[in-house]
């Protein structure tokens, strides 16, 4: 049990490892951000939405100035309409382009096809709308680093960031579903192509690219799309970008949790330590040194002391009453056993020279010590059933009826007793407890006040207990023994059997039930009132 003991961790080790835990949290958390990272890639698909919109507007507003009459009419029709079926809309209607993609429902395609050489060339209006943008084109991808191609309208690239010019992208689908008219958005796996990119790149460690194509639409026809990509940034990039307020942060947490490891073990590890030496203390028989803490810092480990104390005084009384116990049956035990003890020699050592008469006496004194003893180790042993009494709560007695079954019994003894009753009292206390106060009470009165004293008990209910009283017209208790009467073993009665401690097993049956007994002064012999909560 000790080896196990000494494995326990201790609370300071605990407290260190809550807040440890605490601390990564927030590091733990981060491989559960993928929603964050969502809300990131949807954050670049609006950015190239954006960028898009302006190019095609460019584009188209360009476009239209500079073909010839006619020319419109030739460019292929739009056959997807850009909207809901409800209230399909075009971009000539205006309708806003909302990101759509999610990295927990949308499907990533493979790498995006490389341009296809083509025999056809790229329209003449496109080519010189292309000769306008191009400075734009480069432009954007200087100060967004996103990838930017223009494309007539058979998908053959008019302007670009990529060197694809006069190459045809109709096949990426993509591009092809722009040209019918409608823009799209898709995520395509990517290759990285410089893995000694520094952790400030927006490409390192991603391994999606985000591709949005917005067609270029007049009057539903189709004059060509605009087609841009990125990568989207990622969580680690993000936390990257703010390293050194990440860093500072963490610095500041982990000196707040060795504060707060620190703070734990002055409030809680000392006092802790103070309150096993107090147990320790208890234990090896010291409870005179036992005090409450000075400054036991909680609620909990000042209860915790006061509870200690408490015990050990609990403790204290306990072993004072065992050994004046122990005192009083060893003093109550010792006249009767050396009776015995001499008049058992003297019949050894003498039994021929005595006559009849003497062996007799001797003989008789034995049995009457003898039954003293036996009366002695009953009586101690009822002491500890009351001792060692634990009421349920739920106990209840009908006075009425067992006052007159005892007071019979008694008077077909010879006692002159009578009763006057409150036949509705009932009384929270365990019938088989109140016949033994009861008894014990009466016995009390024969023995002491004479066997020509009248014996009278009453009992009435109040508003919120039961009052039995036991009264008798003898000779009463001095001043001097009044103070006495419930100590153990003592007794004016003991050539007449008494113990000393029938009243003393009536007290404490009454208090294991919540009710006093006490001696009460009166004019003429002597009175005993009991009161017991009201059943």
Same mark, same amino acid.
């Given at each position: 049990?000790?080896?196990?003991?000494?494995?326990?961790?201790?609370?300071?080790?605990?407290?260190?490892?809550?807040?440890?835990?605490?601390?990564?949290?927030?590091?733990?958390?981060?491989?559960?951000?993928?929603?964050? =990272?969502?809300?990131?890639?949807?954050?670049? =698909?609006a950015?190239?939405?954006?960028?898009?919109?302006?190019?095609?507007? @460019?584009?188209?507003?360009? !476009?239209?100035?500079?073909?010839?009459?006619?020319?419109?009419?030739?460019?292929?029709?739009?056959?997807?309409? !850009?909207?809901?079926?409800?209230?399909?809309?075009?971009?000539?209607?205006? *309708?806003? *382009?909302?990101?759509?993609?999610?990295?927990?429902?949308?499907?990533?395609?493979?790498r995006?096809?490389?341009?296809?050489?083509?025999?056809r060339?790229?329209?003449?209006?496109?080519?010189?709308?292309?000769?306008?943008?191009?400075?734009?084109v480069?432009?954007?991808?200087?100060?967004?680093?996103?990838?930017?191609?223009?494309?007539?309208?058979?998908?053959?690239?008019?302007?670009?960031?990529?060197?694809?010019?006069?190459?045809s992208?109709?096949?990426?689908?993509?591009?092809?579903?722009?040209?019918? #008219?409608?823009?799209?958005?898709?995520?395509?796996?990517? /290759?990285?192509?410089?893995?000694?990119?520094? !952790?400030?790149?927006?490409?390192?460690?991603?391994?999606?690219?985000?591709?949005?194509?917005?067609?270029?639409?007049?009057?539903?026809?189709? *004059? #060509?799309?605009?087609?841009?990509?990125?990568?989207?940034?990622?969580?680690?990039?993000?936390?990257?970008?703010?390293?050194?307020?990440?860093?500072?942060?963490? @610095?500041?947490?982990?000196?707040?949790?060795?504060a707060?490891? !620190?703070?734990?073990?002055?409030?809680?590890?000392?006092?802790?330590?103070?309150?096993?030496?107090?147990?320790?203390r208890?234990?090896?028989?010291?409870?005179?040194?036992?005090?409450?803490?000075?400054?036991?810092?909680?609620?909990?480990?000042?209860?915790?002391?006061e509870?200690?104390?408490t015990?050990?005084?609990?403790?204290?009384?306990?072993?004072?009453?065992?050994?004046?116990?122990?005192?009083?049956?060893?003093?109550?035990?010792?006249?009767?056993?050396?009776?015995?003890?001499g008049?058992?020699?003297?019949?050894?050592d003498?039994?021929?020279?005595?006559?009849?008469?003497?062996?007799?006496?001797?003989?008789?004194?034995?049995?009457a010590?003898?039954?003293?003893?036996?009366? *002695? /180790?009953?009586?101690?042993?009822?002491?500890?059933?009351?001792?060692?009494?634990?009421?349920?709560?739920?106990?209840?007695?009908?006075?009425?009826?067992?006052?007159?079954?005892?007071?019979?019994?008694?008077?077909?003894? #010879?006692?002159?007793?009578?009763?006057?009753?409150?036949?509705?009292?009932?009384?929270?206390?365990?019938?088989s407890?109140?016949?033994?106060?009861l008894?014990?009470?009466?016995?009390?009165?024969?023995?002491?006040? #004479?066997p020509?004293?009248? /014996?009278?008990?009453?009992?009435?209910?109040?508003?919120?207990?039961?009052v039995?009283?036991?009264?008798?017209?003898?000779?009463?208790?001095?001043?001097?023994?009044?103070?006495?009467?419930?100590?153990?073993?003592?007794?004016?009665?003991?050539?007449?059997g008494?113990?000393?401690?029938?009243?003393?097993?009536?007290?404490?049956?009454?208090?294991?039930?919540?009710?006093r007994?006490?001696?009460?002064?009166?004019?003429?012999?002597?009175?005993?009132?009991?009161?017991?909560?009201?059943?």
């Amino acid at each position: 049990m000790t080896r196990a003991f000494r494995r326990l961790p201790r609370i300071r080790t605990l407290l260190l490892a809550t807040y440890l835990t605490v601390l990564l949290l927030p590091v733990a958390g981060i491989g559960m951000l993928r929603l964050y =990272e969502s809300a990131l890639l949807r954050q670049t =698909e609006a950015e190239l939405l954006a960028q898009a919109a302006v190019l095609s507007a @460019v584009y188209r507003s360009s !476009w239209m100035e500079r073909a010839p009459p006619g020319a419109l009419t030739a460019m292929p029709k739009a056959t997807l309409r !850009w909207g809901a079926p409800s209230s399909p809309r075009s971009i000539d209607q205006g *309708l806003v *382009l909302q990101p759509q993609l999610d990295f927990a429902d949308t499907t990533i395609l493979p790498r995006a096809p490389d341009a296809a050489v083509t025999d056809r060339r790229p329209e003449p209006v496109a080519t010189e709308v292309a000769g306008v943008l191009s400075s734009v084109v480069g432009e954007v991808r200087r100060m967004t680093l996103a990838g930017v191609r223009i494309v007539d309208s058979a998908g053959i690239v008019v302007a670009s960031t990529g060197g694809e010019l006069g190459l045809s992208l109709a096949a990426q689908t993509e591009v092809a579903h722009a040209l019918q #008219g409608a823009p799209i958005a898709v995520l395509r796996e990517r /290759v990285t192509q410089s893995p000694d990119q520094g !952790w400030e790149s927006i490409s390192r460690n991603t391994d999606v690219r985000v591709f949005v194509a917005v067609p270029v639409v007049a009057e539903g026809h189709v *004059l #060509g799309a605009v087609l841009v990509s990125r990568t989207p940034r990622n969580i680690v990039q993000t936390l990257y970008g703010k390293r050194f307020a990440l860093l500072g942060l963490t @610095v500041v947490l982990v000196a707040s949790v060795l504060a707060l490891a !620190w703070f734990a073990g002055r409030t809680i590890v000392r006092p802790t330590r103070q309150l096993e030496a107090m147990a320790r203390r208890v234990a090896s028989g010291e409870v005179h040194a036992v005090e409450p803490l000075a400054n036991p810092r909680t609620y909990e480990l000042r209860s915790l002391s006061e509870s200690i104390v408490t015990m050990a005084h609990a403790l204290e009384a306990r072993a004072d009453y065992v050994r004046d116990l122990a005192l009083g049956i060893s003093h109550e035990f010792k006249t009767p056993l050396t009776a015995i003890r001499g008049s058992a020699e003297l019949l050894r050592d003498h039994l021929q020279e005595m006559s009849d008469e003497e062996r007799g006496r001797f003989l008789s004194n034995i049995v009457a010590d003898t039954d003293r003893l036996d009366r *002695l /180790v009953r009586r101690i042993l009822d002491l500890a059933r009351a001792d060692a009494l634990m009421p349920r709560g739920d106990e209840a007695c009908d006075v009425a009826p067992l006052v007159a079954e005892t007071v019979t019994r008694l008077r077909e003894e #010879g006692l002159l007793v009578s009763a006057d009753v409150d036949a509705e009292a009932r009384a929270a206390i365990e019938r088989s407890s109140f016949d033994i106060v009861l008894g014990n009470l009466l016995e009390n009165a024969r023995q002491h006040a #004479g066997p020509s004293a009248a /014996v009278h008990v009453t009992a009435h209910k109040g508003a919120d207990e039961v009052v039995v009283e036991v009264s008798d017209d003898g000779v009463g208790i001095s001043a001097g023994n009044a103070d006495r009467i419930f100590d153990r073993f003592f007794t004016t009665a003991r050539d007449a059997g008494g113990t000393g401690l029938g009243l003393v097993i009536a007290r404490r049956r009454v208090e294991a039930f919540g009710g006093r007994l006490d001696h009460v002064p009166s004019a003429r012999g002597t009175c005993f009132r009991i009161r017991m909560r009201k059943a």
